[in-house]
């Protein structure tokens, strides 16, 4: 698979706390991983675990602390004004609550031309148009329902579909989106999801789709990648990732998605033993606190990574079975 964006031993630290008792906390510690070329691949995992600030690295929002991101084979912050602009036009995001995408006191419409104007994409009103049409058309929206009107004045799925599709006035390579769904009707999530499938087939558009819903993350995505308080724990293809999990953290994440009994909840079987910050400064593995199946030496030194049937998993369980270790 041709690689789109390449991740290299990046690494976040943030200071947090007051002048008097400031701590430092790794949100992201030591991630490589790669997005290939119409690929969809999930960034999943508990809220805090690291999966918005690897997207504002991604974008450029945030610098890292160590390490690298490769956009076609280039690091992302050594590029020059034009590269840079170049670079945004390619990689475009949405964001989790349409409706704080867009202004209420000012019609929808007026960002698409804004952003068309911007970037130099069209020459006049008319070219303007038929592009926009063009993008609404791809996400099933008629430009007629479209024009002229407020935030206010469609759904929460209407709203993300034009989300989206202005997303794509650029004609971007890529697609970053940050739990797009959360915020939309239960009944209108799947045919969002379904949505991102239709445009890497259609335009060959990578996504890095971030969400902590495993349903939709089997249903989307080509392979996925699982983190827990800052670590990537799990990464391979979706079906194995997710149908036969290998690490402790992502086979509770597996067994708390909802089935046929509703009572079944995540505090039914995942528990929070620590406060956060202790789970980020643990010098062994982060979940072993939580872990059913920790050992002594979980919690004396973190753990490599193996190679186990296609899937790299960051786990002392298959240190001593027939996995290559990375």
Same mark, same amino acid.
């Given at each position: 698979?041709?690689k789109?964006?390449?991740?290299?031993?990046?690494?976040?630290i943030?200071?947090?706390g007051?002048?008097?008792?400031?701590?430092?906390?790794?949100?992201?510690?030591?991630?490589?991983?790669?997005?290939?070329?119409?690929?969809?691949?999930t960034?999943?995992?508990?809220?805090?675990?690291?999966?918005?600030?690897?997207?504002?690295?991604?974008?450029g +929002?945030e610098?890292?602390?160590?390490?690298?991101?490769?956009?076609?084979?280039? #690091?992302?912050?050594?590029?020059?004004?034009?590269?840079?602009?170049n670079?945004?036009?390619?990689i /475009?995001?949405?964001?989790?609550?349409?409706?704080?995408?867009?202004? #209420?006191?000012?019609?929808?419409?007026?960002?698409?031309?804004?952003?068309?104007?911007?970037?130099g994409?069209? /020459?006049?009103?008319?070219?303007?148009?038929?592009?926009? /049409?063009?993008?609404?058309?791809?996400?099933?929206?008629?430009?007629?329902?479209?024009?002229e009107?407020?935030?206010?004045? +469609?759904?929460?799925?209407?709203?993300?579909?034009?989300?989206?599709?202005?997303?794509?006035?650029?004609?971007?390579?890529?697609?970053i989106?940050?739990?797009?769904?959360?915020?939309?009707?239960?009944?209108?999530?799947? $045919?969002?999801?379904?949505?991102?499938?239709?445009?890497?087939?259609?335009?060959?558009?990578?996504?890095?789709y971030?969400?902590?819903?495993?349903?939709?993350?089997?249903?989307? $995505?080509d392979?996925?990648?699982?983190?827990?308080?800052?670590?990537?724990?799990?990464?391979?293809?979706?079906?194995?990732?997710?149908?036969?999990?290998?690490?402790?953290?992502?086979?509770?994440?597996?067994?708390s998605?909802?089935?046929?009994?509703p009572?079944?909840?995540?505090?039914?079987?995942?528990?929070?033993?620590?406060?956060?910050?202790?789970?980020?400064?643990?010098?062994?593995?982060?979940?072993?606190?939580r872990c059913?199946?920790?050992?002594?030496?979980c919690?004396? /030194?973190?753990?490599?990574?193996?190679?186990v049937?296609?899937v790299?998993?960051?786990?002392?369980?298959y $240190?001593?079975?027939? $996995?290559?270790?990375?």
């Amino acid at each position: 698979m041709q690689k789109l964006i390449e991740i290299k031993n990046l690494t976040k630290i943030f200071s947090i706390g007051s002048i008097f008792s400031r701590i430092k906390i790794t949100a992201i510690d030591n991630v490589s991983f790669d997005i290939g070329r119409s690929e969809i691949l999930t960034l999943a995992g508990e809220s805090g675990c690291g999966k918005t600030t690897m997207a504002k690295i991604i974008l450029g +929002f945030e610098e890292p602390t160590f390490g690298v991101v490769n956009y076609k084979g280039k #690091p992302i912050n050594r590029r020059n004004r034009q590269e840079k602009m170049n670079f945004l036009k390619e990689i /475009q995001a949405v964001f989790q609550n349409p409706f704080s995408t867009f202004n #209420p006191l000012r019609k929808v419409d007026s960002y698409f031309y804004e952003t068309l104007h911007n970037f130099g994409i069209t /020459q006049n009103r008319r070219e303007a148009d038929r592009l926009i /049409q063009e993008k609404l058309n791809a996400v099933g929206v008629h430009f007629d329902e479209f024009i002229e009107r407020y935030p206010s004045e +469609f759904s929460g799925g209407q709203l993300q579909r034009i989300s989206i599709a202005r997303s794509l006035l650029t004609n971007p390579s890529m697609l970053i989106a940050d739990e797009p769904v959360s915020m939309v009707d239960a009944s209108l999530r799947m $045919s969002i999801v379904n949505l991102f499938k239709e445009l890497r087939d259609k335009f060959g558009l990578s996504v890095l789709y971030i969400t902590h819903d495993l349903t939709t993350a089997y249903y989307v $995505s080509d392979r996925v990648a699982i983190m827990f308080r800052g670590n990537l724990i799990e990464f391979g293809p979706a079906e194995k990732v997710l149908l036969n999990p290998k690490h402790p953290y992502t086979k509770l994440l597996r067994e708390s998605v909802p089935e046929a009994d509703p009572k079944r909840r995540w505090t039914d079987k995942v528990k929070i033993t620590e406060f956060e910050e202790e789970e980020y400064k643990k010098i062994g593995c982060r979940f072993a606190a939580r872990c059913p199946q920790a050992m002594k030496v979980c919690h004396d /030194q973190p753990p490599s990574y193996y190679q186990v049937d296609q899937v790299i998993v960051k786990c002392f369980l298959y $240190s001593q079975e027939r $996995s290559e270790s990375i």
